[in-house]
């Protein structure tokens, strides 16, 4: 079975930065696309990136654009989430997400990361 | 709209049947995925492609669609299915890649 583990959630400052990663295991990572979803504590999920296999294709939820950019490196199986001008209103816990055919199932999902944006 | 609609609670008497209900103009040209989620646990898929069910997830949960309606249905609801329900799918409208419903908590009276 596929295991996914994210880490990289830390408490940080108004206006500063934060890296997640998504460590998946199995052979089959390059394969699928990924997804970052997240969800303040106590509140509903909120999709907010896409990548799928081989990178080309990129989609960011409005909330993040222009702030937080995914990536993947296929060659070690991960996930990132790179996190720039962080808001009070991005605390919240990230999930990676897998993705079958391209079609919002996600079938596998991390434990999730917290991430607190707070002075 | 690129939202789907979830009502935010629904509750059940142990051992009858229960819907929850997504709805939104997305589900009129994508199939939604439902999941359930439980108090300090990530979401654990349910249904994908209007009635599939993964390896391992009781048959008791089914899903359907009618229109810009998905309905995820529980026969026999039990006391551990207490949760939270939410629906996802493509967003049709293109504003975002995938749209999620915001939940509905079900209660296992």
């Known amino acids: 079975e596929v295991q996914m583990v994210e880490s990289g959630g830390n408490l940080v400052r108004p206006g500063g930065s934060l890296r997640l990663s998504c460590s998946a295991s199995?052979?089959?990572?390059?394969?699928?696309?990924m997804n970052w979803v997240r969800q303040v504590p106590g509140k509903g999920l909120e999709w907010i990136s896409h990548i799928s296999g081989n990178s080309d294709d990129v989609y960011y939820a409005d909330s993040v654009k222009g702030r937080f950019t995914i990536a993947r490196d296929n060659t070690r199986n991960l996930l990132f989430l790179q996190m720039n001008s962080l808001r009070g209103d991005d605390t919240a816990v990230y999930y990676c997400a897998r993705e079958q055919l391209s079609s919002a199932i996600f079938d596998n999902w991390g434990q999730g990361t917290l991430v607190t944006v707070s002075s | 709209s690129s939202e789907l609609t979830q009502d935010p609670a629904v509750s059940v008497a142990l051992g009858q049947t229960v819907r929850v209900t997504c709805r939104g103009d997305?589900?009129?040209?994508?199939?939604a995925s439902w999941y359930q989620q439980k108090p300090g646990q990530a979401p654990l898929l349910l249904i994908y492609g209007v009635h599939s069910r993964p390896s391992g997830i009781p048959a008791r949960f089914s899903g359907s669609n009618s229109g810009d309606t998905a309905s995820l249905t529980i026969t026999g609801a039990q006391a551990e299915d207490e949760a939270d329900y939410y629906c996802?799918?493509?967003?049709?409208?293109?504003?975002?890649?995938?749209?999620f419903g915001g939940g509905t908590k079900l209660t296992v009276l």
């Open positions: 199995g052979s089959s990572f390059k394969t699928y696309s």
């Open positions: 996802n799918s493509r967003d049709s409208t293109g504003k975002n890649y995938v749209v």
């Open positions: 997305s589900l009129r040209k994508y199939f």
